[in-house]
T-cell receptor
């Protein structure tokens, strides 16, 4: 079974500063993928970044980077140069890549508020 | 390229009624998954369809069902609605299992 843990309460960051959102996971799968999604108040889930369990380098996508520490089973999201539009819920998710399925297991999410 | 389209966006139903939600995936995506999001339980996987076949199913009662058509459009149905079924229902389409899922804007269902 897969489990994603996001324990941070609401996070606050000053505009233009960097912020790290924590995510730890537990799985017995040998091959898995880790995802981060952003959910603004409108409700749509927006894909941010992906890390495969066998990827040796940490993933980066523009202002987003994923700090992947496999031994510690953590996949923290780093947002650099925060913008007001980054205020939203952020979800960490994972998927087993060994089977033919697209099921995602999500954490509870973290609320991020960017202050001007 | 059009994104994932879910209809309707909002629904209000009465306990005991049934409801059908629709999802049109991104063109070329054959996998469609459904999720239920509530404040208490968070995001929970309902089921996944691939090429008109249910490939995976979450831990939900039989009142929740779905299907997929030959054009990959999917519908989910909830029968005998309960107050606890009030939630945001999200649909996601995926090109392959190793790629990201793209979500629609969701259908917000309120059961009164």
């Amino acid at each position: 079974a897969q489990k994603i843990t996001q324990t941070q309460p609401g996070m606050f960051v000053q505009e233009k500063e960097a912020v790290t959102l924590d995510c730890t996971y537990d799985t017995s799968d040998q091959s898995y993928g880790l995802f981060w999604y952003k959910q603004p108040s409108s409700g749509e889930m927006i894909f941010l970044i992906y890390q495969g369990s066998y990827d040796e380098q940490n993933a980066t996508e523009g202002r987003y980077s994923l700090n992947f520490q496999k031994a510690r089973k953590s996949a923290n999201l780093v947002i650099s140069a925060s913008q007001l539009g980054d205020s939203a819920m952020y979800f960490c998710a994972m998927r087993d890549l060994t089977g033919a399925n697209s099921k995602l297991t999500f954490g509870k999410g973290i609320t991020l508020s960017v202050r001007p | 390229k059009a994104g994932v389209t879910q209809t309707p966006r909002y629904l209000i139903k009465t306990r005991g009624q049934q409801v059908t939600l629709s999802c049109s995936p991104i063109s070329g995506h054959r996998s469609v998954s459904w999720y239920q999001q509530t404040p208490g339980q968070g995001l929970q996987f309902l089921f996944e369809y691939f090429s008109e076949t249910q490939r995976n199913k979450g831990n939900f009662p039989g009142r929740f069902s779905g299907r997929q058509f030959s054009n990959s459009r999917s519908e989910m149905n909830v029968s005998t609605l309960e107050l606890g079924d009030s939630a945001l229902y999200l649909c996601a389409s995926t090109l392959m299992s190793s790629s990201e899922a793209f979500f629609g804007q969701g259908t917000r269902l309120t059961v009164v």
